[in-house]
């Protein structure tokens, strides 16, 4: 067997290994979780803007960095869409590292496949998850992505309850998104934070990044995650 046939295998096997944990990890019976109590913006395009026009801005670069994405890390892009995080997340994890890149409509998924296959980035996985929840493998996860997607997050206390189940003992979860209104495709930081907090989830790092609108905002979980019915949902205006 060639070298390019068996590095394509092995990188089925890490698809198959995280789709069996995730299926694993399914609950027989659902728990109750608050609504959201705000606004959820729709999902209208897999695309957030076109890979040259991000280039140029530099956010993703900025937002690894500030990230502290390093060589063998354990990361997830959630909401991936066409992936322009996941190619630009998988070289800098390198080899020893991985990268599990999610989405909620098949469609998107299967073409985020077909590119990574394209482009031979063996060490990503593609997952198909759920509005409600991600379908991570529990503490396996150095870093969670959510860029530009947590607007469009239908029940977001129990989206981020089974989320913070995927992250190792200091992992992080790295949201970026835009400082507007839900309707208008962006979450205000504040409401962004105290949904968070409701989960024990606690910034350590916040920033502005360099269009002056879109925000950096990384989140560890500090407290112990609440059962589902103790959740105290955020009030809105």
């Not at 995080?85 to 077909?114: E, H, K, N, W």
């Not at 962004?192 to 910034?203: R, T, Y």
Request: hydrophobic letters at 45%; proline letters at 8%.
């Amino acid at each position: 067997m060639s070298t390019s046939a068996t590095s394509a295998t092995g990188g089925f096997v890490v698809v198959a290994l995280i789709l069996v944990l995730a299926g694993c990890r399914a609950e027989p019976d659902a728990p109750q979780f608050p609504d959201a109590g705000r606004d959820v913006a729709p999902i209208v395009s897999d695309r957030f803007s076109t890979e040259d026009a991000r280039d140029r801005v530099g956010e993703a670069n900025e937002v690894m960095r500030l990230a502290g994405v390093r060589p063998g890390m354990f990361v997830a892009d959630i909401g991936a869409g066409e992936g322009y995080y996941t190619v630009r997340l998988s070289p800098l994890v390198g080899p020893r590292g991985r990268v599990l890149a999610q989405d909620i409509v098949s469609r998107t998924r299967d073409r985020l496949a077909a590119r990574i296959e394209e482009e031979r980035l063996d060490n990503v996985a593609v997952l198909l998850g759920k509005p409600d929840n991600p379908m991570l493998p529990r503490a396996s996860l150095d870093r969670i992505f959510l860029v530009h997607m947590y607007h469009e997050v239908t029940e977001p206390y129990a989206f981020l309850w089974h989320l913070r189940d995927g992250l190792k003992k200091d992992g992080l979860v790295v949201v970026v998104d835009a400082d507007r209104s839900v309707k208008q495709h962006g979450m205000p930081p504040r409401l962004l934070m105290c949904e968070f907090a409701a989960l024990g989830m606690i910034p350590v790092d916040v920033a502005r990044l360099a269009d002056g609108e879109a925000y950096f905002v990384a989140f560890k979980a500090k407290r112990p995650r609440p059962a589902p019915e103790a959740i105290k949902p955020c009030a809105t205006a």
